[in-house]
C-alpha cells in the first residue's frame, strides 16, 4: 500500500474548523483516500473517503489536491467530542490485490479546547 | 445488530492459557476482519473472511493465533499458549463488501486483552 504522513498532532478550539493534513506523494491512479477517527478506548470509524473530487458528508468534508498528492480532512466546528486520532489511509478501490487491507499509521492525535 | 459487538471487552489471561475472542458483525455483513492495535500504535490486520472462508490470513503473527466464522456470521479469533506480548487490543470490522462502493468498514469497541 502506498504510505501517508500526517503530523503526529493538532490543537483546535471549540466551534473552529480545523483542517488535518496528509501526504500522499507515491499515491497510485487508482488508490481511494479513506479517512478514519479512533476516538479514546472506541474501534476506529469511518469519516470518508474521495478519489478525485472533493466530497461532503454530514461529518467532515475531504479536499483532494489536483495532483492527489496530497488531501484535507475538514471538521468545519470542532466539537469537544471531535477529539481523536484521525488516520489518512490509501485503498485501492479497483479490486487488485489485497485492497481489503487498511493499513493504518500513527494518525494524527487532534486535540480540542474548549 | 446495530453494530459491531465484541466479547468480552475485557480479558485478562494467565501466560500459557489459551482464549477465545468473540466478533458478532453487522447482520448481512458478509466481509469480516480482525485486527490488533498494540498501545500507541495504529491497528494492524490480522486475517480477512469472506463468506466462511479465510480469504487471507497473512497478518496472523505465527501458528498460535487462529480465526473461524463457521456460518458466515460470528467469527472467533482462537489464541493458544498466549504470551505477555500478546497483550493489545482485539479489533474486529465488518462490511458488506470490500469494495468502495460499500463504503467504510464498521468496526467493533474491541476486547482488550492482557496476559500476565
Known amino acids: 500500500d502506498a504510505k501517508t504522513t500526517q503530523p503526529n498532532s493538532m490543537e483546535s478550539n471549540e466551534e473552529e474548523p480545523v483542517h488535518l493534513p496528509c501526504n500522499h506523494s507515491?499515491?497510485?491512479?487508482?488508490?481511494?483516500i479513506h479517512w478514519y477517527r479512533q476516538l479514546p478506548s472506541q474501534g476506529p470509524e469511518y469519516v470518508i473517503h474521495?478519489?478525485?473530487s472533493n466530497v461532503n458528508n454530514r461529518m467532515a468534508s475531504l479536499a483532494i489536491a489536483e495532483d492527489r498528492k496530497s488531501s484535507t480532512l475538514i471538521l468545519h466546528r470542532a466539537t469537544l467530542r471531535d477529539a481523536a486520532v484521525y488516520y489518512c489511509?490509501?485503498?485501492?478501490?479497483f479490486g487488485g490485490g489485497s485492497n481489503y487491507k487498511l493499513t493504518f499509521g500513527k494518525g494524527t492525535l487532534l486535540t480540542v479546547n474548549p | 445488530g446495530a453494530g459491531v459487538s465484541q466479547t468480552p471487552s475485557n480479558k485478562v489471561t494467565e501466560k500459557g492459557k489459551y482464549v477465545e475472542l468473540r466478533c458478532d458483525p453487522i447482520?448481512?455483513?458478509?466481509?469480516l476482519y480482525w485486527y490488533r492495535q498494540s498501545l500507541g500504535q495504529g491497528p494492524e490486520f490480522l486475517i480477512y473472511?469472506?463468506?466462511?472462508?479465510?480469504?487471507?490470513d497473512s497478518g496472523l503473527p505465527n501458528d498460535r493465533f487462529f480465526a473461524v466464522r463457521p456460518e458466515g456470521s460470528v467469527s472467533t479469533l482462537k489464541i493458544q499458549r498466549t504470551e505477555r506480548g500478546d497483550s493489545a487490543v482485539y479489533l474486529c470490522?465488518?462490511?458488506?463488501?470490500?469494495?468502495?462502493?460499500?463504503?467504510?468498514?464498521?468496526f467493533g469497541s474491541g476486547t482488550r486483552l492482557t496476559v500476565v
Open positions: 470490522a465488518s462490511s458488506l463488501e470490500h469494495r468502495e462502493s460499500s463504503g467504510g468498514y464498521t
Open positions: 473472511f469472506q463468506g466462511t472462508g479465510a480469504a487471507d
Open positions: 474521495g478519489l478525485t
Open positions: 507515491t499515491i497510485s491512479g487508482t488508490d481511494y
Open positions: 447482520s448481512g455483513h458478509t466481509a
Open positions: 489511509i490509501l485503498r485501492d478501490g
